[in-house]
């Protein structure tokens, strides 16, 4: 199973950014899905973003296209969100996802079935 480490959260005033990275432990990375999701308190687990091997697909939730983006670089196994625009309801426990078999779009969890333990990225109003 692949091991992900996240790096990158804290806290920032509203209207800022951040940028989230994750590295993977598997060299076969460059043939996975990789995905964004993120835990609000007291709510559940949501989809923020994915994507593909090549990363020629992207994928968003509503509440972040235009802000958010998604990227990857297979050379050094590791996958990045770049945040902008950040807002309160941004507050979450961030985690990286992996889709070894591909990323399954439709799917609750996009095929993710390996997660990193998570970083906090605060939003202050």
């Known amino acids: 199973q692949v091991q992900l480490v996240e790096s990158g959260g804290g806290l920032v005033q509203a209207g800022g950014s951040l940028r989230l990275s994750c590295a993977a432990s598997r060299r076969t990375f460059s043939s996975y899905g990789m995905g964004w999701f993120r835990q609000p308190p007291g709510k559940e687990r949501e989809f923020v973003a994915a994507i593909n091997w090549s990363g020629n697909n992207k994928y968003y939730t509503n509440s972040v296209k235009g802000r958010f983006t998604i990227s990857r670089d297979n050379a050094k196994y590791t996958v990045s969100l770049q945040m902008n625009s950040l807002k309160p309801e941004d507050t979450a426990v961030y985690y990286c996802?992996?889709?070894?078999?591909?990323?399954?779009?439709?799917?609750?969890?996009?095929?993710?079935?390996?997660w990193g333990k998570g970083t906090l990225v605060t939003v202050s109003s």
């Open positions: 996802a992996a889709a070894p078999r591909g990323l399954r779009v439709g799917e609750a969890n996009y095929g993710m079935d390996s």
